[in-house]
T-cell receptor, first 116, second 113 residues
Framework: EAGVVQSPRYKIIEKKQPVAFWCNPISGHNTLYWYRQNLGQGPELLIR????????DSQLPKDRFSAERLKGVDSTLKIQPAELGDSAVYLCASSLEGQGSGETQYFGPGTRLLVL | GENVEQHPSTLSVQEGDSAVIKCTYS??????FPWYKQELGKGPQLIIDIRSNVGEKKDQRIAVTLNKTAKHFSLHITETQPEDSAVYFC????????????FGIGTKLQVIP
């Protein structure tokens, strides 16, 4: 079974440029998460999708960050414009969940973003 | 919201010795506690988890204990091997409805051959 796929693996951009990350979750997983991981820190949740619905985006900086999961499968996270402080690893995770139960989150390899 | 504290931040042990990493959480409603191992350049991988209706769980050389009253849980690795060297993260999750997930800061474990 294929794991969570993310692309690109690395991205270097200049500040004020836009950037997008793509995630394809494990087949059949209805829940998808985007996390940001700063150097030496644990992952911090940015947004969580149940199918195509964003059910928790309270930590997403909405002035510059946006995300979509139009068909409830793969997802894109965008930053526009990027700032120096956005340099981090962006992790995608997926899980198979139902209301009232929780399941293991499986993480992708992440996209390492460097903003110059 | 939930706050998870993890310590130590770094841990060096000799190969064959045991390693213990501890986490405390603040929200007594949290009921699911996974541990993840993250190797350099990779995403976190689940190694063991425990739910609040269980006090201890073991899987070969790794075990996790949970004290709900004190709101802390620990990861125990016995007979450590060089390949155990990685960063380990604990997390506290509120299951039911929509999950709330909070990760610890991570512990960098170095196993010295």
């Amino acid at each position: 079974e294929a794991g969570v796929v993310q692309s690109p693996r690395y991205k270097i951009i200049e500040k004020k440029q836009p950037v997008a990350f793509w995630c394809n979750p494990i087949s059949g997983h209805n829940t998808l998460y985007w996390y940001r991981q700063n150097l030496g820190q644990g992952p911090e949740l940015l947004i969580r999708y149940e199918n195509e619905e964003a059910v928790d985006d309270s930590q997403l900086p909405k002035d510059r960050f946006s995300a979509e999961r139009l068909k409830g499968v793969d997802s894109t996270l965008k930053i526009q414009p990027a700032e120096l402080g956005d340099s981090a690893v962006y992790l995608c995770a997926s899980s198979l969940e139902g209301q009232g139960s929780g399941e293991t989150q499986y993480f992708g390899p992440g996209t390492r973003l460097l903003v110059l | 919201g939930e706050n998870v504290e993890q310590h130590p931040s770094t841990l060096s042990v000799q190969e064959g010795d045991s390693a213990v990493i501890k986490c405390t959480y603040s929200d007594s409603a949290s009921n699911y506690f996974p541990w993840y191992k993250q190797e350099l350049g990779k995403g976190p991988q689940l190694i063991i988890d425990i739910r609040s209706n269980v006090g201890e769980k073991k899987d070969q050389r790794i075990a996790v204990t949970l004290n709900k009253t004190a709101k802390h849980f620990s990861l125990h690795i016995t007979e450590t091997q060089p390949e155990d060297s990685a960063v380990y993260f604990c997390a506290a999750i509120l299951e039911g409805g929509y999950q709330k997930v909070t990760f610890g800061i991570g512990t960098k474990l170095q196993v010295i051959p």
